[in-house]
């Protein structure tokens, strides 16, 4: 289990010259993410001077990151990308009053995982519960909405895909050896970023992958049914932040946009959903169909059963790596 600084640094070579260079796109701040990463919506009312550059790996961002290179004034990361990052890489995001408006769960978020003495470093505008997507698989559907263990089921030998982190099998199979053996002997491939495709061309009957990227899909493709058990799950977290060294104000009135209407329906209906109070979201869910509305925000029972993952320690890394390794088919 190479951690993301090892993985970093072997694709250090592919950083684009236009992302080393600095600004090159005019004197005003950038925001920098893949291409993705940000709803169109939103991206699209970025105020002057602001411009948004994207870019295709998140692995250029951190690396560019960790070379002290970029000059944008505002990154897109993901926790667990953000959390691969030094301290010393990233300033204070501010916007106090901004964060003070989204739930309790999103403050150790906000702080990166650091003590509640620390200051946030981040603003985590969207939250996305890993969940299972079936394939013309009725059959598996009530059990999968009881449990995680239905990955298990031998009729999905060679017909899984896996997420490409181990570290999401580990926490689904509770770190169970013998579980976690039998998880991994079903699996086609571990690919989460392809999963869907493979689902799709019919080359896979069931995939784990974050709940956001399934929601555009829904409605073209009848075929598919998401399942959160309500055990829980696994929380992916979607975090701007701040390069150190930024001298740019930051966008308030744009980062306010994401948490209100009239945008915070349309970003739920694409399947963003900012961490905000249940009845702030009820209240722009309404507009939506019912079933994707109760899919984007599932019963409080169930989301206080979902968790985050902050970053292992070494020690915990290692443990997990042989777990793992242990694991093989």
Sequence with gaps: MLSRRQLLARGAGLLPAALLAGCNRGSGPRLLAVNGDLPKAWLANLPSPWSPQEVEATRQIVAALGQGRPSAGLVQLSDG??????????????????????????????????????????????????????????DLLERARQS?????????????????????????????????????????????????????????????????????????????????????????????????????????????????????????????????????????LQQLPPALAALLLPPEAVQQRCWSLPPLSPQQRLAWQTLWDAAAP
């Design 81 to 138: 990308w953000a959390t691969s990052l030094e301290r010393r890489q990233l300033q204070p995001f501010g916007a106090a009053a901004l964060l003070a408006r989204l739930t309790p769960s999103a403050a150790a978020v906000s702080r990166l995982y650091g003590t509640p003495e620390q200051a946030a470093l981040a603003f985590p505008w969207a939250v996305s519960p890993w969940v299972l997507v079936l394939r013309n698989r009725a």
């Design 148 to 284: 995680w263990d239905v990955l298990l089921d031998p009729s999905l030998k060679g017909a899984l895909v896996l997420p490409s982190s181990p570290r999401i099998s580990i926490a689904l199979m509770q770190a169970d050896p013998a579980r976690l053996r039998r998880l991994r002997s079903n699996a086609l491939a571990y690919d989460d970023a392809n999963g869907l495709n493979m689902l799709l061309r019919g080359k896979a009957s069931a995939a784990v992958v974050p709940q956001q990227r399934l929601i555009p899909l829904l409605r073209q493709d009848p075929r598919l049914q998401v399942v959160l058990p309500v055990s829980g799950a696994p929380l992916s977290w979607q975090l701007l932040l701040r390069p150190s060294g930024s001298q740019a104000p930051l966008p308030l009135g744009w980062l306010q946009q994401v948490l209100e209407p009239p945008l915070l329906p349309r970003l739920l209906a694409a399947g963003w959903v900012p961490p905000l109070p249940r009845a702030t979201l009820q209240a722009s």
